[in-house]
């Protein structure tokens, strides 16, 4: 059970936009820590996507951007392409300074 | 560039060690952190534990205080992370990631996958 809440899995056609969330608690996100989000494809490392909320790092199109408020956090995905089906994860940290993940969402592209 | 490459795939017996490593290259060695995360099949991240090359200082998950050490070779530039009796469970793929204290994580090693099995 990760402490960092996302849904399981979300789903969209080519060309929408879909929202994944990431809920915390006053002690990790609403403690003012900032959250970072993670795409993983099957076998690999995860990859970067958005760091300190709301920034993409250079090479990640802009279809995908952060938000972040109280005590959750969202990773939007707009202009869904075929090649955006990955497994998307969550990161903060708590106030032990240990990081930690959420659960991961299982993004389909229908 | 920065690299950071892993050791190879491990199968260990319940109880056993296992003895993971991060060589570091392309960017001063002693300048970040690294930390270890691990991915059990079909699961998520998990946070294990960080290092600081800079001194060796360390601070680990409390599920893993009891059973993981983490080690720095400054003259080769690389981490090592032992975890010890080890269970079924334990089977996942590990990886090491170049961050500061508190931070994310754009360089990622490979991953090394340890199975325990009897």
């Known amino acids: 059970q990760s402490v960092l809440t996302q849904p399981p899995s979300v789903s969209g056609a080519p060309g929408q936009r879909v929202t994944i969330s990431c809920t915390g608690s006053g002690s990790n996100i609403g403690a003012g820590y900032d959250v970072h989000w993670y795409q993983q494809l099957p076998g690999t490392a995860p990859k970067l996507l958005i760091y300190?909320?709301?920034n993409r790092p250079s090479g990640v199109p802009d279809r995908f951007s952060g938000s972040k408020s109280g005590t959750s956090a969202s990773l939007a995905i707009t202009g869904l392409q075929a090649e955006d089906e990955a497994d998307y994860y969550c990161?903060?940290?708590?106030?032990?300074?240990?990081?930690?993940f959420g659960g991961g969402t299982k993004l389909t592209v229908l | 560039q920065v690299q950071l490459v892993q050791s190879g795939a491990e199968v260990k017996k319940p109880g056993a060690s296992v003895k993971i490593s991060c060589k570091a290259s392309g960017y001063t060695f002693t300048s970040y952190h690294i930390h270890w995360v691990r991915q059990a099949p079909g699961q998520g991240l998990e946070w294990m534990g960080i290092i600081n090359p800079s001194g060796g200082s360390t601070s680990y998950g409390q599920k893993f205080q009891d059973r993981v050490s983490m080690t720095t070779d400054t003259s080769t530039s690389t981490v090592y992370m032992e975890l010890s009796s080890l269970r079924y469970d334990d089977t996942a793929v590990y990886y090491c990631?170049?961050?500061?204290?508190?931070?994310?994580?754009?360089?990622w090693g490979q991953g090394a996958l340890v199975t325990v099995s009897s």
């Open positions: 990161q903060s940290y708590d106030s032990s300074l240990n990081a930690l």
């Open positions: 990631a170049r961050g500061v204290r508190v931070s994310w994580y754009v360089y």
């Open positions: 300190a909320n709301t």
